[in-house]
């Protein structure tokens, strides 16, 4: 899963679809009692043994140069406004995107497949007969960058550490580890309980390994700017809190010719910046300061791409295909908060939201509808269940909303004017149903409370955008307010929940696992700090359906349950749908090359692309 909040909500690139329906075997089928190379879900590996590299990259791409960007994706405690710690595997603080660049881990995916895993750290892996234990071989080779090797050690001692004190992005997959044992040196043992979903694993095997000595010496915790050792292609080079920071690539890294290497990681440099408001990066990439961002404002993309640079040919605007993983892109709304339990309330907030409205006057006819948690994949479900859906329906009929059984449920499309009559009238409807009754401008409850819901923001933008929805609302009598924070305080309040109405966007790996899923919707993560539960979803019937999820078989078991699962989760109304783009919106400095077919599961430019010479020369960035 890749986390995708607040500034990147407005313009995530989305899937264009999920993986084909492959024919191939189960996990639980794969062998058992032998040295594996990759793993993968579902069907065949792409890769052999003896690999030499991966079809998307060019191995011939020169080392050198400095890629300065604004990172348009990240995860864990990260935040591109801001950074105060170097700890990006805790719950706590706000660290700098891609400090994972300066660690390893087991194995890696391959951006051309749906859900395959290569050896990096790992040799191999060898799954034991019931499927609870997995022991990998560790490369001899491998070392951090101080030049000490990295043991099985170092990795038991990592799984330990984020099971007990990670970032619940870690956390939650190791709930059913029950140890992890250095058989040896270089003999690493993973034993889980049996409660384990079959693909945790393939969450689990992408952890970075830490450094057992460094964290032994050091707090694991959100206090520390002392850089942490990695054994990464990349290290923290210089930086200044909240300001900037640079990643060195080590010149004698490791792992350089490893297969999963090859043809990657070829800046010298890599540069992130931060900014309070996205206006002012846009500024800095206007003069060259920032020579890659994803642009995620409609109105910067229609009408501001005409400066002297780009009209010289200096600076390139391009649209990248989407990747073909499912993405979810809306508002939660916190049933922590006891006003918005009832589904009728938060479908009233769904119906004053005019996206046609939205879409002409601020996004310059850009943007489609979601509808979908999964949104542009196979996982979305349409009209009415199929019989295999109902297979898994039927038995949670009673516990599930009456629509889950009708036409998947969508959003009620607007006449475009700003304020729909019939929408309004439908939302007013809605709240008196649901005991809110009208005492001058506002609905009151029983009690005489009024209905209050609050937007949190951390950029302008959303200000602008959400003004109009907040208007709507107010015209219904709930008391609505937009409240604009730091990005310190909403990283905060997000992880603790603290808020009524907040946007956010997701993308989740193409094959999502069971974990993948729990973090989001499931009852056992609705109070789990740091979760990607932001509504507080705590629903029994939705569990049953995750877990049908994690126990299919194929990967068409797996789209009938994800289709179900979507079902269900749209007549809950935890999430409101907002908006998708079907590209990436780039914009860069003349200066790189980039392989001519983009993976269709994966975009890390900062990794595959490199820098060109004669090109910066051309442009006068030699």
């Not at 560790?138 to 101080?146: G, N, T």
């Not at 943007?367 to 009209?383: A, L, V």
């Amino acid at each position: 899963m890749v986390g995708l909040p607040r500034r990147d909500f407005l313009a995530l690139g989305t899937a264009a679809a999920a993986a084909a329906m492959l024919p191939g075997k189960a996990f639980a089928d794969i062998a058992t009692g032998v040295k594996l190379h990759g793993l993968s879900a579902f069907g065949d590996l792409k890769y052999s043994p003896d690999f030499t590299h991966f079809d998307y990259v060019n191995v011939d791409a020169p080392k050198g140069g400095i890629f300065n960007f604004s990172p348009p994706n990240w995860g864990y405690n990260q935040n591109t406004l801001t950074f105060n710690t170097l700890n990006s595997f805790t719950q706590k603080g706000d660290a700098p995107p891609r400090m994972e660049m300066c660690f390893d881990a087991l194995m890696v995916r391959a951006l051309d497949e749906p859900d395959a895993l290569y050896g990096q750290l790992a040799d191999g892996v060898t799954v034991s007969d019931d499927r609870n234990s997995f022991e990998f071989s560790l490369r001899p080779q491998a070392r951090f960058h101080d030049g000490t090797p990295l043991t099985a050690e170092d990795a038991a001692f990592t799984f330990k550490l984020f099971k007990e004190k990670g970032h619940p992005d870690f956390s939650l997959s190791l709930i059913h580890l029950d140890e992890a044992v250095a058989v040896d040196q270089h003999t690493l043992k993973l034993n889980f309980s049996g409660k384990q979903s079959a693909r945790t694993v393939l969450n689990v095997v992408e952890f970075p390994i830490l450094s057992k000595a460094f964290y032994t010496a050091n707090p694991f915790d959100s206090s520390q700017l002392n850089p942490p050792l990695g054994s990464g292609a990349y290290k923290i080079g210089r930086f200044s809190a909240g300001a900037w920071i640079e990643y060195d690539r080590v010149a004698d890294y490791w792992g350089r010719d490893l297969p999963v290497n090859r043809g990657m990681n070829n800046f010298d440099t890599i540069r992130i910046e931060f900014y309070q408001n996205r206006m002012a990066g846009f500024e800095a990439f206007k003069k060259g300061e920032i020579t890659y961002r994803e642009e995620f404002t409609s109105r910067v993309w229609a009408t501001a791409y005409d400066f002297p640079a780009l009209t010289a040919g200096k600076v390139v605007k391009h649209e990248f295909p989407a990747e073909k993983r499912p993405t979810m892109q809306g508002t939660a709304v916190n049933q922590r908060r006891e006003q918005f339990r009832d589904a009728r309330v938060r479908q009233a907030i769904a119906l004053c939201f005019d996206f046609e409205w939205t879409r002409r006057n601020f996004f310059y006819g850009s943007y489609e509808r979601s509808q979908s948690c999964f949104e542009k994949s196979d996982f979305r479900s349409e009209g009415p269940p199929s019989s295999q859906e109902l297979a898994l329906l039927e038995p949670l009929r009673a516990q599930l909303p009456a629509e889950v059984f009708g036409e998947a449920v969508s959003q009620s499309p607007s006449d475009g004017s700003g304020r729909d009559r019939k929408l309004l009238g439908q939302a007013a409807k809605l709240l008196a149903a649901a005991g809110w009754k009208r005492s001058g401008d506002f609905v009151v409850n029983d009690k005489g409370g009024r209905l209050s819901a609050e937007f949190m923001v951390d950029d302008d933008t959303f200000v602008q955008v959400y003004s109009p929805w907040v208007a709507n609302m107010k015209a219904i009598g709930i008391d609505a307010t937009i409240r604009l924070v730091d990005s310190a305080q909403y990283q905060a309040r997000q992880a603790t929940f603290d808020f009524d109405l907040l946007s956010a966007a997701f993308s989740f790996n193409a094959t999502p696992t069971r974990d993948d899923l729990e973090t989001f919707f499931h009852s056992s993560t609705a109070k789990v700090s740091g979760s990607r539960n932001l509504p507080g979803i705590a629903d029994p019937a939705i569990d049953k359906l995750i877990d049908a999820v994690g126990a299919a078989k194929d990967r068409e078991s797996l789209t009938v349950a994800m289709r179900a699962l979507d079902r269900a989760l749209r007549a809950r109304r935890d999430w409101i749908p907002s908006w998708f783009l079907a590209n990436h919106r780039s914009a860069f400095w003349d200066m790189f090359g980039f392989p001519e077919q983009k993976p269709d599961f994966g975009f890390p430019v900062e990794a595959l692309w490199w820098f060109d010479k004669g090109k910066a020369a051309k442009i006068g960035k030699a």
